[in-house]
């Protein structure tokens, strides 16, 4: 939980694998690294057994890319498919029973405040559209009412994945799956709507396809989440296997969903804002001047 | 026998876009080093692929196809696209990074 943790105990580095000497020497812990630079630096994410092309893959990957103090970051995580990649990385994760993320993290967060103080420590959750809105319902959204201070980024594949294909409340109403074969019945639940009524600082939605505004998006939410309140991130991370997306089009059906149904969308409240623009130099959200009223 | 994904250099190293390294799902597989290309005349470098991590999905194709309109990366199997960089031969710099090319079938 500090850059202390990421360098060799002395004497031992040359035993170590090349991967982890890499991460020490040349990983992104201690410095400003971007999106931009990647393919120039070790990333903290590593080699991990999920699927060839999964867009979910994707997203993780920019996520951890985008995370400002990674060295000062906790991960919880759920079961589901996110967890092989997130869990293979050089930031401590969490792992949560199935749904209970994001009450897991709310215990971490308050702890790492009262242990800390001022220190930021950032306590990032992530997980599928069934951890978190099927089985981790009530604590996804208890969290939020209690408005605790930590990120929550929801992977929405829009299936359950990792066991042959069942609906979940986010497939959209209709969708025929292998486990589903006679359509889903309801609605793609309003998670974004919930989270705003929730009383969430920041919520927005993103599509791996533009990774510059993955990165920006989940900046904002982890640094708005440590002194304001809940941030709530949705993103739209495909399901190759269960929807039969071929993986050379798995960006291509990205594209195609993002000017369908998952249009970027960014609701931050003014509070959020000032927190931005007076700490983190946001320069876009400095209010702006008010043009002066002539009486006459 | 495996596809790998395979960037030609000197297509890459005329514009060096860097798209391709972002978009690919695997971490640390398509890598950018600015010396690529310098031989050539080439100014900003280019990117190359650690063929141990690449899983064959074939997204910077797409990428390079649709996306920069380069069209430099082709799928190739692995054993035919002679020297290509792997992991351990990876050295990386303050700004970029350089491999030592090995055949992953000569070490």
């Not at chain 1, 749904?99 to 306590?123: E, I, T």
Request: some cysteine.
């Amino acid at each position: 939980m500090s850059l202390d943790y990421v360098k060799f105990t002395p004497g031992f580095g040359k035993f170590m694998p090349k991967e982890y000497r890499d991460m020490v020497e040349h990983g992104p812990f201690g410095k400003k690294t971007t999106v931009s630079q990647v393919g120039t630096f070790k990333e903290i994410m590593e080699e991990h057994p999920m699927c060839a092309g999964c867009a979910m893959t994707l997203f993780i990957r920019l996520a951890f890319i985008a995370l400002p103090n990674p060295e000062d970051t906790i991960m919880v995580g759920t079961a589901g498919c996110g967890r092989l990649a997130i869990s293979q990385a050089a930031v401590p994760f969490v792992y949560g029973n199935y749904g209970d993320q994001n009450g897991v993290a709310s215990g971490l967060s308050r702890g790492l405040r009262l242990r800390f103080g001022d220190q930021p420590k950032d306590v990032v959750v992530m997980a599928g559209d069934g951890g978190m809105a099927d089985i981790g319902f009530s604590c996804t959204l208890h969290s939020w009412f209690r408005q605790e201070k930590f990120t929550t980024i929801m992977l929405d594949n829009e299936v359950y994945g990792n066991t042959g294909g069942q609906e979940s409340g986010m497939t959209n109403k209709g969708q025929v799956l292998k486990m589903a074969p006679l359509g889903k019945k309801f609605e793609k639940m309003d998670m974004l709507g919930m989270a705003k009524v929730a009383g969430c600082a920041y919520v927005a939605t993103v599509v791996p396809n533009n990774p510059r505004r993955v990165e920006s998006v989940i900046k904002k939410a982890v640094l708005i989440a440590r002194e304001v309140g809940p941030t709530y991130i949705q993103a739209y991370t495909s399901c190759n296997i269960e929807y039969a997306i071929p993986t050379d089009q798995v960006l291509q059906d990205c594209k195609d969903v993002e000017n369908d149904r998952y249009q970027f969308t960014e609701y931050i409240s003014d509070e959020a804002k000032e927190h931005l623009s007076t700490l983190y130099g946001y320069k876009e959200y400095l209010p702006k001047p008010v043009a002066a009223v002539t009486k006459g | 026998m495996y596809l790998v994904a395979n960037i030609d250099q000197e297509i890459c190293a005329a514009t060096s876009c860097r798209l391709c390294t972002q978009y690919c799902p695997e971490a640390n597989t398509i890598q950018y080093g600015t010396e690529l290309g310098k031989d050539k005349g080439f100014k900003y470098g280019s990117a190359y692929v650690s063929v141990d991590r690449c899983k064959g999905c074939a997204q910077c194709v797409w990428v390079c196809d649709n996306m920069a309109k380069h069209k430099a990366i082709k799928m190739e199997m692995i054993d035919q696209i002679g020297d290509q960089a792997l992991t351990e031969n990876i050295s990386y710099h303050e700004k970029n990074t350089t491999a030592v090319l090995a055949s992953p079938w000569k070490s």
